[in-house]
């Protein structure tokens, strides 16, 4: 199925057509006149030169006048090969459509309510013919029944027309154009940014790239610019305060020659003030009993610190390098 973007905005077709796939564009006077164009016919040429293939309109009250325009358009440098002539169905644009195909030019008869429409589109030999589904169901009536008429009459009588699937507001439509068999469909920028989108698939993703993000990156280079140190001889008190700046749960407490104390965590703080009271807010960091650091090797994988933390319930583990503390590893780092 070919797969159009339909719109006139030039941000919204350069975004669309980096996807390098899309079939063509079509568009509208209306689409044009909602974006400020003034010059139309610089807007088409402008367009020519983006996508493979470029829906214009012709529009005239006669099929000559029709002809004409399409002439017209056509000297201003478009290729006939890549440029379809949008006509809305009536007894002159059917007319038009015949005359145009005989000149070897591209069609889509479109603004396509009923199957006799359709009909006349598709035996005056039309390249396209547009049903608008969005339009139709505005209006209260079963659209998509029409569509599946119309790609039957198409296998049933051999035409050689395309069933574009027009007028998409919602995913759905999408979903239903396929589930029909139409030839074409053209799709607003929106809609078709969606198309792609799933929960589950997000969620898978999301897990793969974590996954490989453990496996792949060395504790050094996940931890935070921010090594939480403090000297022994700091008393508690000014310990809290380092903590809350450093915006960790821990703060390393080192000696006088950068030896390493210990660990000191919030919840040594919590049983600290329990057991002891505010007093032990005067104490010097160096005088408390630290049992043995939980500790990683910079070098390690996240891999292992996910290991660690696992075995030993903790929510921050020091990072050592060569012994030295440099920082310390969260459990949300695992997760940026």
């Not at 293939?53 to 000559?64: K, P, R, S």
């Not at 547009?130 to 029409?146: E, I, K, N, Y």
């Amino acid at each position: 199925m070919e797969l159009y973007l339909d719109s006139a905005n030039l941000k919204e077709i350069e975004e669309g057509f980096k996807l390098g796939f899309l079939n063509g564009l079509t568009t509208t006077p209306t689409f044009m006149q909602r974006e400020g164009i003034t010059d139309i016919d610089g807007m088409i040429v402008k367009l020519s030169k983006m996508v493979p293939v470029l829906q214009i309109e012709a529009l005239g009250d006669t099929a000559e006048d029709v002809l004409k325009e399409a002439q017209r358009q056509l000297a201003l440098g478009l290729d006939p090969k890549k440029t379809v002539f949008k006509i809305p169905v009536s007894l002159e644009g059917v007319r038009a459509c015949k005359l145009l195909r005989n000149e070897g030019l591209l069609v889509n008869v479109h603004l396509v309510y009923t199957l006799q429409q359709a009909y006349m589109a598709m035996q005056a030999g039309a390249t396209y013919v547009c049903p608008l589904v969005g339009r139709l169901q505005d209006q209260g009536h079963d659209a998509l029944d029409l569509v599946s008429q119309i790609v039957d009459a198409v296998d049933h009588y051999g035409y050689d027309t395309k069933v574009m699937f027009s007028s998409v507001r919602t995913l759905e439509h999408v979903r239903n154009a396929l589930n029909l068999g139409v030839h074409t469909i053209t799709v607003p920028l929106k809609i078709m940014k969606q198309l792609t989108e799933n929960h589950f698939t997000t969620v898978g993703t999301d897990q793969f790239i974590r996954d490989t993000r453990l496996m792949t990156v060395r504790v050094k280079e996940a931890i935070n610019s921010v090594n939480p140190i403090i000297s022994a001889d700091t008393n508690l008190a000014d310990a809290i305060v380092k903590m809350t700046e450093f915006g960790f749960g821990a703060i390393t407490v080192v000696n006088q020659d950068g030896s390493l104390k210990g660990v000191f965590t919030d919840g040594d703080l919590r049983r600290k003030i329990q057991s002891e009271g505010r007093d032990v807010l005067s104490q010097k960091m160096g005088d408390f009993t630290y049992n043995n650091a939980i500790s990683i090797d910079a070098n390690a994988l996240l891999n292992d610190a996910a290991t660690v933390f696992k075995a030993t319930k903790v929510d921050t583990i020091l990072v050592v390098d060569n012994g030295k503390p440099i920082g310390m590893i969260d459990i949300q780092d695992l997760e940026s």
